[in-house]
């Protein structure tokens, strides 16, 4: 399989005021690890990092990622983004094998329109991302489920899910992932037919509706 190849530079220093002073330089401090490899503390560029965003598997991207001459295949594990400015702030990398599954989280899609949705229910998404184990080269680019014949209170559960070769979803056969149920009314539609019979069962037959008070201002 073709691996995304990025560069980044081993750095010495650790701790939060190198770290600014190399977001100030305009890279990335970063930390990559795995089993049978050290963390390694390194740096990279926020242009690398929006390549690896910006592929069709985003953070599931497998990366070739080359420290000081050393290769090392890796997957985007964390990233930390300043939470006001929404740049980001450290990243972590970890080692994996070619030959080994991975375990990762992939985006999860709802295809088509319930039958349900059409008489009048509310389709529920439980999972927006599912966990799945599978060979690096096998990582999907996303899962979907086409749910244009679920009925009302129907449900997908995972042993519903096509999946696609070599990939296995880590979580029990029947837990539902998706469901049409009917629309909840809102708590105030439902208190006013309650108040409603209430204020009739406490007026006399006949009698005027009580004049409604002004509100007098706090002084």
């Known amino acids: 399989m073709d ?3 990025i560069s980044a530079t081993r750095r ?16 990335i401090p970063g930390v990559a690890y795995g089993k049978e490899t050290p963390a390694t503390s390194l740096t990279v560029a926020p242009k ?26 890796a997957l985007l594990t964390d990233l930390q983004y300043n939470p006001v400015t929404r740049q980001p702030l450290h990243v972590d990398f970890v080692q ?26 509310v ?19 996303q899962l979907s489920h086409d749910v244009t014949e ?10 519903e899910l ?15 992932v998706a469901g049409v149920g009917a629309e909840a009314k809102a708590p105030e539609e439902e208190e006013k037919p309650a108040a409603a019979a209430a204020a009739g069962e406490a007026a006399p037959a006949g009698a005027a509706p009580a ?6 201002p706090t002084p």
Not at 56 to 73: A, M, Q, R, Y
């Open 3 to 5: 691996l995304l190849k």
């Open 162 to 176: 096509g999946l696609p070769e070599g990939v296995t979803v880590l979580l029990p056969p029947n837990q539902t």
């Open 48 to 73: 690398d990092i929006a390549t690896i965003l910006g592929s069709p598997h985003g953070k599931n991207t497998v990366l070739e990622l080359d420290i000081g001459g050393s290769s090392l295949t």
């Open 96 to 121: 994996i094998h070619l030959d080994r599954p991975v375990d990762i989280l992939v985006p999860f899609e709802l295809t088509g329109r319930a039958k349900g949705v059409v008489a009048g229910g």
């Open 123 to 141: 389709l529920r998404q439980i999972y927006r991302k599912l966990p799945v184990r599978c060979l690096p080269s096998d990582i999907p680019v």
């Open 211 to 216: 004049a409604p008070t002004e509100a007098k």
């Open 150 to 159: 679920l009925e009302l209170n129907q449900h997908v559960l995972v042993s």
């Open 12 to 27: 010495d220093e650790s701790g939060s005021a190198p770290a600014r002073r190399l977001r100030a330089q305009g890279l």
